[in-house]
């Protein structure tokens, strides 16, 4: 039960040090308390746990500009940030997580800026029918985050310059490009800045759960330093990054795959997945079904059964079969 809020604001734009906070305050929080973290980084692209750098980001492009690629360690899409937009991480004992009163806090300090807001789709906030804020989630050993991102007045040509979605995945939400389907609060109300929002939020923390937060004022600089650099090290960024035999990817209900894998003697021998689904796991669960499984339609479909909700496999198999199989 939540007897306590705690807030901490980082004045920190670096995304491997910001990172590294937020999981300091996961590792740090107590059964009783929520703690409602807001950062911002500057020219950055954050992807999810499970995706591909290079099919997601033009690395080369930002590395040029002076940004940085940092990979977070929940599932979900890649996402652009620079200092017109606003991070928040709602962290908690898994048994205390409510997401519907999350949401509630990032809604009510959207009304107290004058913007109405909705929710859509897979924990997606609309304003005038676009995107504003997606969100994504990290659980372990009892502890969990919601974290998201609040656009006020991002730099959508940046957005746009650095993001490399996959083609299926605008089609399928019927729009022609990232900057289309996105929307700054600052064009419905252009007197919001990064800051009022900072206040609004807040306002509507303490105003859903009735209890007053307060300020964690001290965090442990050896251990965030310490950690910064796992963030920022190229083990972390790319460890997953190595070539295959065979891909195939596509947009399926439950989000975008990219699989890899690498045949041996018609067997498959190495595999990684790179997807924006929510489920966090599905890469490891595949791996483990997949790996020394024969590599042919029936087999692949058995052990695809055995190891996910029908849906996923049904649809995973006819990807596989459709692009590499037949």
């Not at 740090?28 to 746990?49: A, P, R």
């Not at 605008?170 to 929002?197: A, F, Q, T, Y």
């Not at 669960?285 to 479909?301: D, G, N």
Request: glycine residues 6%.
């Amino acid at each position: 039960m939540i007897k306590k809020l705690q807030f901490y604001i980082s004045e920190s734009l670096n995304p491997y040090i910001n990172l590294a906070k937020e999981k300091f305050l996961f590792d740090t929080v107590d059964n009783e308390s929520l703690i409602l973290y807001l950062w911002q980084n500057q020219n950055t692209v954050v992807i999810g746990k499970n995706q591909n750098i290079f099919s997601e980001c033009r690395t080369e492009l930002l590395s040029k500009e002076g940004g940085a690629v940092a990979r977070r360690l929940s599932g979900g899409g890649a996402v652009f940030h620079d200092t017109g937009n606003l991070n928040f991480t709602f962290i908690c004992k898994s048994e205390n997580l409510d997401i519907s009163k999350h949401m509630r806090v990032i809604q009510e300090s959207c009304a107290r800026a004058g913007i109405v807001t909705e929710l859509s789709g897979r924990n997606d906030i609309l304003s005038d029918g676009r995107k504003f804020s997606g969100n994504a989630f990290y659980n372990s050993k009892g502890t969990s985050y919601h974290h998201g991102t609040i656009l006020i007045s991002a730099d959508k040509e940046k957005l746009t310059r650095y993001l490399t979605p996959p083609k299926a995945k605008l089609e399928s939400k019927g729009v022609k490009s990232v900057r289309s389907r996105v929307i700054n609060l600052s064009e419905i109300n252009p007197s919001l800045s990064c800051e009022d929002m900072k206040s609004h939020l807040l306002t509507a923390f303490q105003n859903v759960y009735g209890l007053k937060p307060t300020e964690i004022k001290a965090i442990d600089e050896s251990q965030i330093s310490a950690l910064a650099e796992h963030y920022g090290s190229r083990e972390f960024l790319y460890e997953n990054s190595f070539r295959f035999d065979v891909v195939c990817e596509g947009r399926l209900s439950f989000g975008s795959v990219e699989i890899q894998m690498q045949i041996e003697k018609y067997t498959v021998s190495a595999l990684r997945c790179y997807t924006d689904a929510l489920d966090s796991e599905l890469p490891q669960k595949l791996e483990s079904a997949l790996v020394s499984c024969q590599f042919e339609p029936s087999a692949i479909r058995d052990a695809l059964k055995k190891a996910l909700p029908d849906t996923q496999a049904d649809e995973l198999h006819t990807l596989l079969q459709e692009q590499i199989l037949s």
